[in-house]
Every structure is written in C-alpha cells, then in structure tokens.
C-alpha cells in the first residue's frame, strides 16, 4: 500500500540551512506537498510541487523532487528560530481528490 | 477571508458518551475533509464530503463513526459510543473542489476520553 516516510527529528544552528527528507512509495502521485505544525497549531501548507516538475523555489524553500526514486526534500534556506515545528511531507494519490497520505513528520529543532 | 474554523478545540467525553465535532470551511469552499491524528503519528484520511453528499468514506472506521456536510451549517463528525483509543486530534480541511487542490487545514478538535 502506500506509505511515507521521513525521519522524526532534526536539529540544527540558527542561519544554517535545514534539509528535510521524504521518501514515498506511489507511482502515480499527482503532486507532493510540505505542511508545517506548530505546536497545538493546525497545519500549514507551505509548498506543493507537481509530480512532473523536478525543483521549486519560494523565497527561503527549495524543494527537490527525484521523481526515479520516489524522494522528496524540503531545504529551508537561514534557518530561524521560528522555523522550529513539526514537517509532515504528503502525496495525493491518483484518482482520490483530498485523501493524502501523510508521514509522521520531522520535529525541526532550531537552536540559536 | 477567515480560515477553517473548527469547534470545539478541545473535547472531553467519558467512555460510551457522543462526540461532536464541527468544521465550517472556508468561505466559498464546498469539498471538506476530515483526518485523524494519533499521537505521534501523521495524519490519516477519514472521508471526503461535498455539500449533501459522501464522496469518500474510505477511511472511517466501520462502526460508531460518521459524518455529514449539510446544505446548511457546518460538517460534523460524529463518534458514537467512545472509547479511549478514540482519544486524538480531528482535522477537518477544505477546498474550493479543483482536482488535486490543495487543502487549508483548520487548527483541529483535542478529543479525550476518559
């Protein structure tokens, strides 16, 4: 079935930049998406990408997409302290408008 | 242009009693979706509504679970009967109905059972 996965924790200095990592498992993924939850927060979009497309950048994100390996990255340029939250990476799935699978989401830890 | 409201933002039930939980979408956005979040985990579908109607419901549990998205009002999500393995974070999203839209996310509902 499908199945998302990331790694549950990264920390990092303030003003580096930050990678987050993703992997997924369906083929026919239409786009991929980056939400970011702040604590007791709903979540955000940040970016989507479509599935055809390799790279997208919007002001400090860059995401990367390796469509071969089914791998996708968020890459948060000057990472601030306000960046820390949790990062969940999703795929639509072909032919299901709105069901999204999610991972479990990479806590972002900022230190300053 | 105000978010996706949903209410209330915590819920506290005893075993066996119901839950309700509403979600107004966004203004002019007719597609609601509802997720659940467990601890530690990432979110997971539950169903897809239009106005009046259940698109999906591939993700709700058989029994003591549903939904509706009347003509008039909000979604609600119903849990009949809970139990504490019910206790999580109930998202409810919205979208103006495009295919593959992406979707605005409300601040969730905090269920408890005790």
């Known amino acids: 079935g499908e199945d998302v996965e990331q790694s549950l924790f990264l920390s990092v200095r303030e003003g580096d930049s930050s990678v987050i990592n993703c992997t997924y498992t369906?083929?026919?993924?239409?786009?991929l998406y980056w939400y970011k939850q702040e604590p007791g927060a709903g979540l955000q979009l940040l970016t989507y990408?479509?599935?055809?497309?390799d790279m997208k950048q919007d002001q400090r994100l860059t995401v990367l997409l390796n469509k071969k390996d089914k791998h996708l990255s968020l890459r948060i340029a000057d990472t601030q302290t306000g960046d820390s939250a949790i990062y969940f990476c999703?795929?639509?799935?072909?032919?299901?408008?709105?069901?999204?699978?999610f991972g479990k989401g990479t806590k972002l830890s900022v230190k300053p | 242009n105000a978010g996706v409201m949903q209410n209330p933002r915590h819920l506290v039930r005893r075993r066996g009693q119901e839950a309700r939980l509403r979600c107004s979408p966004m203004?002019?956005?007719?597609?609601v979706y509802w997720y659940r979040q467990l601890p530690e985990e990432g979110l997971k579908f539950m169903v897809y509504?239009?106005?009046?109607?259940?698109?999906?419901e591939s993700g709700m549990p058989k029994e003591r679970f549903s939904a509706e998205f009347p003509k008039e009002g909000p979604s609600i999500l119903r849990i009949q009967q809970v139990v504490r393995g019910d206790s999580a974070a109930y998202f409810c999203?919205?979208?103006?109905?495009?295919?593959?839209?992406?979707?605005?996310f409300g601040s969730g509902t905090q269920l408890s059972v005790l």
């Open positions: 999703a795929e639509s799935i072909g032919g299901s408008q709105g069901n999204l699978i």
């Open positions: 999203a919205s979208s103006p109905g495009t295919v593959y839209e992406k979707l605005f």
């Open positions: 203004k002019g956005h007719s597609h």
């Open positions: 990408i479509f599935s055809n497309m």
């Open positions: 509504l239009q106005k009046e109607n259940i698109i999906d």
């Open positions: 369906d083929s026919s993924s239409t786009y």
